[in-house]
């Protein structure tokens, strides 16, 4: 099967063509030619996207599906027990409906640590198999072990929680400094990327400090210009998550995505209820979106990789959807529409090893997104979706 969209803008993952056309051949992005193609789609007046990649999610059943109904192709997880980790692989695998997707399987805490409070939490019981009883770090005598553990179901890269909650009021077991570093070298030692939760300056210095790859929050702290001056030197990318600091807060800007008729319209009756979560076991200071807008944009200015991610889960943000607040969140940071759109495509590939998407280009896997208008000038027209391809297949709208 070839499809040929005529004419769009192209916004390629890095930068912005102005008329082009782009040619699928079956799974794959191919070079232009003149042969007819068995589907012709009217490209003017439309913009074309490579699939967006959320780069900080947590997975269950149905979220695949959803996320690739707004446009997300790739879901990099960031915590999945093992029974769920295999059924979610699976569905990426054997049907074209749904999102791929990476992930870190069961992340790394302290015993008791974050997110223990939250898997023992009332609605988390309801996941079945995806919730429950976890592998825990005590010591950095277990390090070794841990990611070996990890290696054997399969993971992508590795999740390191920094979190003791007391920016929230709770106070948590927490994995010690030396601990860090040991599963760090450990990850490393075995080829895995190595990446922290943390939410404060003070555990991002211990990630750091380690030499962890990436922290898959901004802080929600006052950043220092030093600091990200420092984050950038190490070369380590960050996730923003403005959406989900603005969920768990309560935060009523948020609102304006499920009222917004081009998300709003798509989204099923589960997700609405979703919305009304009981953040109250989720450490986060009351000041954190405002923080979080503001440490984006000083990572930004520092050169720091600032990677697209919600950290959807079964509440909010929303998985597909949370990703069209995302990227105008970082355009309100600070970040032009373009590096918004780079933030969602070609920097979470880069930087997670994807060397065959997150951009358009022949050879590449047919992963794309053609919306109206021109996000480029515009972000919030990445929810004018009028097609997704996923893998070259085209899906219903
Ligand atoms: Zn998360």
Redesign the pocket.
Known sequence: MRTRIRNARVFDGLKTIAHADVLIDGDLIAEPDDRPADVEIDGSGRTLLPGLIDA???TFDGDLAQALRFGVTTELD??CLPGNLARQRRAAADRDDVADLRSSGVLATAPGGH?SQIMDSPGVRDLGDAAGAFDTVADAGQAKAFVEARLAEGIDYLKIVIDSGHVGGLDLPVLSPGTVAALVEAGHAAGLLTIA?TVTTRDAVVALDAGIDGL??VVTDPLTDDLAARIAAQGVFVVS?LT?FEAVLNDPSGAELVRDERIGSKLPDRARAALDRDASVVPVRPDGVRNAVRAAGTLHRAGVALLAGT?A?PWAPLHGAGMHREVLLLTEAGLSAEAALAAATSLPARHFGLADRGRIAPGLRADLLLVDGDPTTDITATRAIKEIWRRGVRQAS
């Open positions: 900080h999610t947590h960031m915590f997110p939760h898959a929050h998550t989900y950290d889960n």
